[in-house]
Every structure is written in C-alpha cells, then in structure tokens.
C-alpha cells in the first residue's frame, strides 16, 4: 500500500513553475495594456535675449517733408465721352448709332453693348468716332448700356463711362 499511494514527484515540480511564468506574462500584458500613455514633455532653449546698445546718437537733423507723389489725374479730353445715344435715352433698333468725341493719338476704339445684367450683345472695333449696330444683330426691347474704350498709340487705354439706354420698337 505504500507504494500505490504515492505520486511521482516530477509532475508537481513541473506545474508549478509553468503557472508562475503564465500569472507573470498575464501580468506584463494587461501592465501594458492598461497603463496610461505618458505625454513627452520637450522643454525648448530659452530664446537670447537681444544685445543692449549703449551707444546714443543723436537725433537726426529735422528735413523739410516731402510731399505726397500724387500721379497726373487723367484730364477729360483723355477719356471718350459718348454722345449718342445720350443717358437714360429712348432709341429704336433702326436709328442706333453710337458717336463720342474723338481722342487724340488714338489708334482704334471698341465699342461694347451691354444688357443690364452684364451680358454682352455685341462688340465692334473701329478707327473713327461713330459706328452703328449691325443689321444681322437682334436686341429686344429693353434697357442697355454701350461703353467704348480707346487704344492709345503708347499702349494706354482709355474707357468711357457706361450709359445707358433704352430700346422700343
């Protein structure tokens, strides 16, 4: 009887060590797991601070101001001035014709018309200072707006202010 009994001593010593190393990894995954990550603190170089100047100079001499450079308004004979059709004027489709005073050293002029949302209806270029709508161009009745803008022979341009007129057959 004494011998059936017992148990070998070498499966108790093997156990035992085996759940030790299993509660340590156990414990090394959730420390991993639940700790907290640490913020990284970088602390800059404080900045240098500028020099001292120790030198005093003295006040500079007091000069007359110089006046404002203002550039050359543009002078009323620079700029075309429309004559027909005259501001806010009532202008059927057959008697159109745009004229404005002529400017000197011009080289062409071009001629816009406009619709009162800004859409264009026509565009011509011409070297004299009258032009009429062509025939083949269909505007209907309404309100419209012609600007003309000059090319200077220095490469300049000039434009005219809008004005605005109305169609009615």
Do not use: H
């Amino acid at each position: 009887m004494g011998l059936v009994g017992r148990r070998p001593a070498t499966r108790q010593c093997v156990w035992a060590p085996a759940g030790a190393l299993a509660g340590i990894a156990l414990l090394a995954v959730v420390t991993v797991v639940v700790r907290k990550p640490e913020k990284l603190v970088v602390v800059s170089p404080p900045v240098p601070s500028a020099p001292l100047v120790a030198k005093n100079e003295p006040a500079a001499a007091v000069r007359t101001p110089v006046g404002d450079v203002v550039r050359k308004p543009r002078t009323p004979e620079f700029v075309p001035t429309i004559l027909a059709p005259q501001a806010d004027s009532i202008v059927s489709k057959d008697r159109l014709r745009f004229r404005w005073k002529p400017i000197p050293q011009s080289r062409n002029y071009e001629v816009r018309v406009v619709q009162s949302d800004g859409d264009l209806v026509w565009e011509g270029q011409t070297d004299k200072s009258a032009l009429r709508l062509p025939s083949d161009v269909t505007v209907k009745d309404g309100s419209y707006f012609v600007l003309i803008t000059a090319y200077l022979e220095d490469g300049r341009t000039a434009k005219s202010a809008p004005v605005r007129f109305l169609i009615k057959r």
